[in-house]
């Protein structure tokens, strides 16, 4: 089975700019959660998706977006991008298992501002 | 609020030692999962090991065990016969389980570096 996909794997923008990550989950994975990983902050939760809802959303200004499609395939958009928004951004999915409900992390999306 | 302390910012290992890496959390809620990944410099995180908060044996996956101390609220990882490629950051998370809150909240993680 694959594991969990993010495009594109690197970014380069510069300020002002807006920048759309994408996250395919493991077939089968409902939910889909976005972190952002800083060498200042370490991993925070930005937000997570469950068919095509919004269920948690991290402590980010309202530039940090999301939305996932009937695929389960999602999407996170920052607009207006600062210089603190270089990241790494990584993406999981869940199946819902009660037992578990592991999240499985993507190979992330290391964005670069200028 | 979940909160996740890694005390050892970075710790050096033989090869084919064991190494204990030290977790330890605090929660108000009764029904939690604690979970290690490793993240190599690739980025991508990586599950080794998962521990409910109503498991009565601590987990076991391959050289991955986890020393589970709940009153003590401490959740450590020992990595027996250390490899060349285990030389990563690892990261101790936690998470309320049962609940729609799928939040992971992470330490700061630990390097570890192996030694040949």
């Known amino acids: 089975k694959a594991g969990v996909t993010q495009t594109p794997r690197y970014l380069i923008k510069t300020r002002g700019q807006q920048v759309t990550l994408s996250c395919s989950p493991i077939?089968?994975?409902?939910?889909v959660s976005w972190y952002q990983q800083t060498p200042g902050q370490g991993l925070q939760f930005l937000f997570e998706?469950?068919?095509?809802?919004?269920?948690n959303k991290g402590n980010f200004p309202g530039r940090f977006s999301g939305r996932q499609f009937s695929n389960s395939r999602s999407e996170m958009n920052v607009s207006t991008l600062e210089l603190g928004d270089s990241a790494l951004y990584l993406c999981?999915?869940?199946?819902?298992?009660?037992?578990?409900?592991?999240?499985?992390f993507g190979p992330g999306t290391r964005l670069l501002v200028l | 609020a979940q909160k996740i302390t890694q005390t050892q910012p970075g710790m050096f290992v033989q090869e084919k030692e064991a190494v204990t890496l030290d977790c330890t959390y605090d929660?108000?809620?009764?029904?939690?999962?604690l979970f290690w990944y490793k993240q190599p410099s690739s980025g991508e995180m990586i599950f080794l090991i998962y521990?409910?908060?109503?498991?009565?044996q601590n987990a076991t996956e391959g050289r991955y065990s986890l020393n589970f101390q709940k009153a003590r609220k401490s959740a450590n990882l020992v990595i027996s016969a250390s490899q060349l490629g285990d030389s990563a950051m690892y990261f101790c998370?936690?998470?309320?389980?049962?609940?729609?809150?799928?939040?992971?909240?992470f330490g700061a993680g630990t390097t570890v570096t192996v030694r040949a």
């Open positions: 999981a999915s869940t199946f819902l298992d009660p037992s578990k409900e592991t999240q499985y």
């Open positions: 077939s089968g994975h409902r939910s």
């Open positions: 998706y469950f068919s095509e809802t919004q269920r």
């Open positions: 929660t108000s809620d009764p029904s939690y999962g």
């Open positions: 521990q409910g908060s109503y498991d009565q």
């Open positions: 998370a936690m998470r309320v389980v049962g609940s729609n809150d799928y939040k992971l909240s």
